[in-house]
C-alpha cells in the first residue's frame, strides 16, 4: 500500500472517545428543504453548590457609595479556575438597574464554554459622556470601565491572562528605590496581587516592588 492511501486509511479510521463529552449538547432541527441538521451548543457550566472568589472595592469619584465587585470561580478538571460569576453591591440605587443588566451578562458569558477574556477589553471602551475620573493616578473613563480593570485584575490572578513583563530598567529603577526604603526604615504595604509585603509609594504612585503592578498603570 503506498504512503498515500495509508494515509487516507488512517484518517477514516474510527476515533475512539475515551472520557465522556461536557460541556456541549446536540439538538436536530431542519433546513428550509425539510432535511435534518444537527445543532451543537455549549451547555451552561453547573453552578457547585460552593465556590470560591475574591471580593474587590472600588471607590468611583462619581458616586458617592464605594461599589464591591465579587467575582467567583469554579475550578475546572484541570486544576485551572474559571470566572462563573460577578456581583456588584453598592448602597448607590441610582445604579442598580445597570449593574443588574451587566452583572447577568458578564455571568452568562462566564458560564459558557468558551472564550472571556475578551469581557473586560470590551467593558474598558465604555466612555461616559459626563467624563470620566482618576483612580489611582490612572484614568477611568467611566464606571464600567472601572469595572473592566477589575475584571481584568482578577483574570491575572487566576493566571488567565499574563501580567505586563517588567524591562530590566524598570527592574533597576523598583531595586534602587526599595532598597532606599528599606535603608530608611519606610514599612511597606501588602500587594493584593502577589500577596507580598512591598508596596512602596514611588513617585507618588503605589508600586509593588515584587511583582511590579501600580495603581498609577
Known amino acids: 500500500m503506498s504512503a498515500v492511501a495509508e494515509e487516507v486509511v488512517e484518517r477514516a479510521a474510527p476515533i475512539k472517545i475515551t472520557k465522556k463529552i461536557t460541556g456541549w449538547k446536540v439538538t436536530s432541527s431542519e433546513d428550509e428543504q ?3 441538521i444537527e445543532i451543537r451548543e455549549a451547555e451552561t457550566l453547573e453552578r ?7 471580593t474587590y472595592k472600588i ?3 462619581v458616586t458617592d457609595s ?4 465579587t467575582i467567583n470561580d469554579i475550578v475546572m478538571d484541570d486544576g485551572s479556575r474559571r470566572p462563573l460569576e460577578m456581583f456588584i453591591n453598592t448602597k448607590h440605587v441610582a445604579h442598580q438597574q445597570w449593574i443588574t443588566a451587566l ?22 471602551q465604555i466612555y461616559d459622556p459626563q467624563g470620566g475620573y482618576f483612580d489611582g493616578g490612572k484614568m477611568m473613563p467611566s464606571v464600567v470601565a472601572h469595572v473592566a ?9 487566576i493566571g488567565a491572562l499574563e501580567r505586563p513583563v517588567l524591562s530590566e530598567v524598570q527592574k533597576e529603577v523598583i531595586a534602587d528605590k526599595k532598597a532606599k526604603a528599606v535603608a530608611s526604615g519606610v514599612e511597606m504595604q501588602l500587594c493584593i496581587k502577589c500577596n507580598e509585603k512591598a508596596l512602596l509609594m514611588m513617585d507618588g504612585c503605589l508600586t509593588c516592588t515584587s511583582c511590579g503592578d501600580s495603581k498609577c498603570g
Open 103 to 124: 452583572t447577568r451578562m458578564v455571568s452568562a458569558i462566564f458560564r459558557k464554554p468558551g472564550p472571556y477574556l475578551f469581557i473586560a477589553e470590551e467593558l474598558k
Open 59 to 61: 471607590s468611583p469619584a
Open 34 to 36: 425539510g432535511k435534518k
Open 149 to 157: 480593570e477589575v475584571l481584568k485584575e482578577h483574570f491575572e490572578w
Open 48 to 54: 457547585p453548590r460552593v465556590v470560591e472568589g475574591r
Open 66 to 69: 464605594a461599589m464591591y465587585v
